[in-house]
C-alpha cells in the first residue's frame, strides 16, 4: 500500500517536471524530477521502514524510465504508469477493505470509479453476508445496486425451493431476473431440464443450456444434447458435457466428441495433465500437444514414490 503511493507522489512530480520541460519540443531532454528523500517527504509520504529499500528499487525505475523515454514520449510513459499506480493503490485498498468490511476505507482509492467500485463491492459483501436486500440501497451503481438486490433474494428463495420469494421484489425486470436464477439452479441441482419450463423465451433457453450438458455428463451420454433446439446449442452442449467428462475421468477419448479439432486437442492436453497427476507420471506428459501446457505438466507432475 505504501509503494503505491510513494509511486504516485514520483509520477506526479515526473508529470509536472515534464511540463516545466516543455514537452512539445521535440529536441528538448527528457527532465529527470527530484525523487530524493528530501523531496518525498515534502511531499508528506512516509513508508514503514521495511519497504524502504523497494521503494528505493522503484524509485530508480522511474527515474530511468523518465529520462529514457525523451520529452516526446514522456507524457504517453506517465498516463500508462499513473494508471497502474490508480490499479496497485485500488487493488491494495479494496482487499483490506473487503476483509474487514468497511466502504469507509474505500474513501482513500485516487481514482473515483475504482473507489465507487470498491465502496459498492463492499456494502455488497455485507449485504449479501447479513442477507439484508435493504442493505443494496446504499449502493451509488444502478445495476450493482439491482444486482445486489436481485441476489439476496434469489438465495433466500433457492434456499426454501420456492421461486415465489422473488414476488416480493417491485420491479417486473427484477422479479424475472430473480426467477430465473432460483429456476434456474434448482434445475441444475436435480438435473432436470424440465425445471426450465416454467420460464419463458431466452431464460428458459439459458437454463437448458446449463442443465443439460451437467445431465449429459451424469448420464455419460453426450447424446442427451439432442434435445437443445437449434443445431449450434447441440453443438455447444455436446462440446461442454464431452469437456467435463474428460475432465472428471482423466480421460482423453471424451475429447474426440467435441466439434473442432481445436477444442479437441486442448481438451486432450487438459485430461492428459490431469491423468498424469493422478499417475504421478511425468512421462505421460510426452503426449500433450502444446508445448507449454507439456513444459508445465514436466514441471509440476512429480513421480510417485515407489512402494517398497
Known amino acids: 500500500m505504501a509503494r503505491c503511493i510513494f509511486v ?25 524530477p527530484d525523487v530524493s528523500a528530501a523531496a518525498v517527504a515534502e511531499q508528506a509520504v512516509v513508508a514503514p521502514p521495511a519497504v524502504g529499500p523497494r521503494i528505493e528499487a522503484i ?8 529520462a529514457s523515454a525523451g520529452a516526446e514520449s514522456a507524457p504517453d510513459l506517465l498516463s500508462c504508469l499513473e494508471r497502474s499506480v490508480d490499479n496497485c493503490q485500488a487493488q491494495s485498498i479494496r482487499s483490506v477493505a473487503y476483509s ?28 449479501m453476508q447479513e442477507g439484508i436486500p435493504a442493505l443494496c440501497s446504499k449502493i451509488e451503481g444502478a445495476t450493482e ?34 426467477a430465473e436464477q432460483v429456476l434456474t439452479q434448482l434445475a441444475i441441482a436435480k438435473r432436470d431440464a424440465a425445471g426450465c419450463d416454467a420460464l419463458k423465451g431466452e431464460a428458459r433457453v439459458r437454463c437448458r443450456a446449463q442443465v443439460l450438458p451437467q445431465a449429459a455428463a451424469d448420464a455419460k ?56 497427476r493422478q499417475k504421478g507420471d511425468p512421462a505421460l506428459c510426452g503426449q500433450v500437444k502444446d508445448p507449454r501446457v507439456a513444459d508445465n505438466c514436466r514441471a509440476t507432475v512429480k513421480p510417485r514414490p515407489v512402494a517398497n
Open 221 to 276: 451420454d453426450p447424446g442427451r444434447c439432442r434435445e437443445m433446439a437449434t443445431p449450434e446449442r447441440i453443438e455447444a452442449c455436446t462440446d461442454s458435457a464431452s469437456q467435463m467428462l474428460a475432465s472428471r475421468n482423466a480421460d482423453a477419448s471424451w475429447c474426440d466428441r467435441m466439434s473442432n479439432a481445436a477444442k479437441r486437442s486442448q481438451c486432450a492436453d487438459a485430461a492428459t495433465v490431469q491423468l498424469a
Open 145 to 178: 445496486r439491482t444486482s445486489c438486490t436481485v441476489r439476496i433474494v434469489a438465495a433466500k428463495a433457492q434456499e426454501s425451493g420456492d421461486a415465489g420469494g422473488c414476488a416480493t421484489l417491485s420491479d417486473d425486470a427484477q422479479k424475472d431476473q430473480c
Open 100 to 127: 474487514r468490511k468497511d466502504e469507509n476505507l474505500c474513501g482513500s482509492i485516487a481514482n473515483e470509479a475504482m473507489r465507487q467500485g470498491c465502496r459498492d463491492g463492499v456494502l455488497a459483501a455485507k449485504a
Open 8 to 32: 504516485f507522489a514520483c509520477l506526479l512530480a515526473v508529470c509536472a517536471a515534464c511540463k516545466k520541460g516543455g514537452a512539445g519540443a521535440p529536441d528538448a531532454p527528457a527532465v529527470v
Open 59 to 66: 524509485q530508480d525505475r522511474v527515474k530511468t524510465a523518465a
